[in-house]
T-cell receptor, first 111, second 112 residues
Framework: NAGVTQTPKFQVLKTGQSMTLQCAQDMNHEYMSWYRQDPGMGLRLIHYSVGAGITDQGEVPNGYNVSRSTTEDFPLRLLSAAPSQTSVYFCASGTSSYEQYFGPGTRLTVT | TQLLEQSPQFLSIQEGENLTVYCNSSSVFSSLQWYRQEPGEGPVLLVTVVTGGEVKKLKRLTFQFGDARKDSSLHITAAQPGDTGLYLC????????????FGTGTRLKVLA
């Protein structure tokens, strides 16, 4: 099993550009989520999904969109990148027993 | 707003020493998880606790969940350099939802 995979590993965007961060899992988990991690701030939940076709907002959803058309994939879209979105982004999948498994992260810089 | 505070923020100790890190919440947990994160990688789940007063052991790591389900501690016995990393606690939202809240972490460095 590959677990949770994320692409790309690194990305540099200019302000105003859009892009999609990809996340896939092969563990058949219903739960998937996106977090951002900034220095001194821990991980903050952006959006999450409890199954295909079901998404909900986390703590910091503004400027991001998600969709969940399959159990395996949960892409995160940045609509119009801003320097405040410079961060490390982690995708996770999880079980109903409150276990989460994280991907390796995407380091995003917005100039 | 739920808040999850971890202490200390930073800890630097010698190999062989014992240590305890703490996680305190402003509200009752449905469940609590502890993770370890190494530089450049995603967090790795260490343990999940759901019952007040629960104690779980993972080799030299002992996790305790407070009776009132608002606090937790992680105790490491005879720390080793391989224990170095960022230790994060996380709780589920109220009523057991999957809206996880993470603490800001304890950064541990174990010197050989």
């Amino acid at each position: 099993n590959a677990g949770v995979t994320q692409t790309p590993k690194f990305q540099v965007l200019k302000t105003g550009q859009s892009m999609t961060l990809q996340c896939a899992q092969d563990m058949n988990h219903e739960y998937m989520s996106w977090y951002r991690q900034d220095p001194g701030m821990g991980l903050r939940l952006i959006h999450y999904s409890v199954g295909a076709g079901i998404t909900d907002q986390g703590e910091v959803p503004n400027g991001y969109n998600v969709s969940r058309s399959t159990t395996e994939d949960f892409p995160l879209r940045l609509l119009s990148a801003a320097p405040s979105q410079t961060s490390v982004y982690f995708c996770a999948s999880g079980t109903s027993s409150y276990e989460q498994y994280f991907g390796p992260g995407t380091r995003l810089t917005v100039t | 707003t739920q808040l999850l505070e971890q202490s200390p923020q930073f800890l630097s100790i010698q190999e062989g020493e014992n240590l305890t890190v703490y996680c305190n919440s402003s509200s009752v947990f449905s469940s609590l998880q502890w993770y370890r994160q190494e530089p450049g990688e995603g967090p790795v789940l260490l343990v999940t606790v759901v019952t007040g007063g629960e104690v779980k052991k993972l080799k030299r790591l002992t996790f305790q969940f407070g009776d009132a389900r608002k606090d937790s501690s992680l105790h490491i016995t005879a720390a080793q350099p391989g224990d170095t990393g960022l230790y994060l606690c996380a709780q589920t939202g109220t009523s057991g939802t999957y809206k996880y809240i993470f603490g800001t972490g304890t950064r541990l460095k174990v010197l050989a």
